[in-house]
């Protein structure tokens, strides 16, 4: 082999080494456990105008103040890999069939989502505010975007309607919660769980980091998302095409309201529109002005609830056609 040969091999080599290991650190920046409160911090992953510059907004503010004076009670249960998975959980003094489950978006916590429990709260709902796959108080390492938590707020589902075989659940997420909430909503759910709210979610995980890795990180999609969907699932962990709300909601039979508002840049606005049409339940849109991601609710609380109140209104009031059943077949993480 000639000289010039051998150098070229080593330098492809090289590339091709570097390059993986690029990938490597930038799926433990962006999957990580470890980087959740960095990404938090500095507001890494954002479309300019995110919730942490809504601080002070009056609406968020309302809801961790009822959080933080409620101290909703932590609760556990096992998945069917025997490990616990933990939530927050605010009941009613006066017994109720009532239930929300209100799902945090990505670098988030149950607190980043308050405000949506206080507006059940104080609408007679008991309310249960799971914690994602390593986020809070979960321990895995890695966040999977909604692929393995529709499996926890599945045993969520489980865990109420064990206590109150008669509950009427709404799903109520944002931003990742949102779309683990469509993905739930693909599963084999019990007919108590009445409707969906979905705000800001994504279509698949393949679709929203496509759309955000020249955005954020300044790199091609070839071969760098290609890379990190390999790693992933080399890592068994999940496929990021294969996490994809747009195709549970066409297995739906949970009627769902889909919101977004109309500045969202991280997960961008247009993905609304797609998965309303891919729905095949009962469903409607809101489309929120002025609003960037995940503040929808911050930005025009005047728009955003009495949408959401009139939606869970109609839904909320009739008997479950049958008892919860234990699933089937066994279910991951």
Same mark, same amino acid.
């Given at each position: ?52 510059? !809504?601080? *002070?907004? #009056?609406?968020?503010? =309302?809801?961790?103040?009822? @959080? ?6 932590? +609760? ?29 978006? !990505?670098? *988030?916590? #149950?607190?980043?989502? =308050?405000?949506?429990?206080? @507006? ?6 008991? +309310? ?206």
């Amino acid at each position: 082999m000639k000289k010039s040969t051998k150098t070229a091999l080593k330098v492809g080599i090289g590339a091709s080494v570097a390059l993986f290991a690029a990938c490597e650190g930038i799926y433990e920046g962006v999957l990580s456990r470890l980087s959740m409160d960095l990404n938090k911090k500095y507001q890494l992953f954002t479309d300019g105008d995110t919730a942490g510059r !809504y601080e *002070d907004n #009056p609406e968020r503010l =309302a809801g961790v103040e009822w @959080f933080e004076a409620i101290r909703p009670k932590a +609760v556990s249960v096992k998945n069917t890999e025997g490990k616990s998975i933990y939530a927050f959980l605010v009941k009613q003094d006066i017994p109720t069939d009532k239930w929300a489950i209100c799902v945090h978006g !990505y670098t *988030d916590e #149950p607190l980043g989502v =308050a405000n949506i429990g206080k @507006f059940y709260y104080d609408n007679g709902y008991n +309310v249960l505010f799971p914690c994602l796959k390593a986020h809070s108080l979960d321990t895995e390492m890695y966040c999977s975007m909604g692929y393995y938590d529709r499996y926890m707020i599945c045993r969520w589902i489980d865990y109420i309607t064990a206590e109150n075989a008669e509950a009427q659940i709404v799903l109520h997420g944002v931003s990742m919660g949102s779309a683990t909430t469509m993905l739930v909503t693909g599963e084999d759910i019990p007919e108590n769980v009445k409707c969906a709210i979905c705000d800001c979610g994504y279509t698949s995980v393949w679709d929203e980091y496509k759309s955000q890795i020249g955005v954020v990180l300044h790199l091609p999609v070839f071969p760098f998302l290609y890379i990190l969907n390999g790693i992933s699932i080399m890592r068994k962990n999940f496929d990021f095409r294969k996490c994809a709300p747009i195709e549970a909601v066409k297995k739906s039979n949970t009627p769902t309201l889909f919101i977004h508002g109309e500045k969202d840049k991280f997960v961008p606005y247009e993905m609304m529109y797609p998965l309303y049409c891919a729905c095949k339940a009962e469903r409607e849109m809101l489309s929120v002005p002025d609003a960037y991601h995940a503040v929808s609710s911050y930005i025009h609380p005047e728009i955003y609830w009495p949408k959401v109140s009139e939606f869970v209104g109609k839904h909320m009031n009739a008997e479950p056609k049958k008892k919860p059943e234990a699933r089937k077949k066994a279910v991951k993480k």
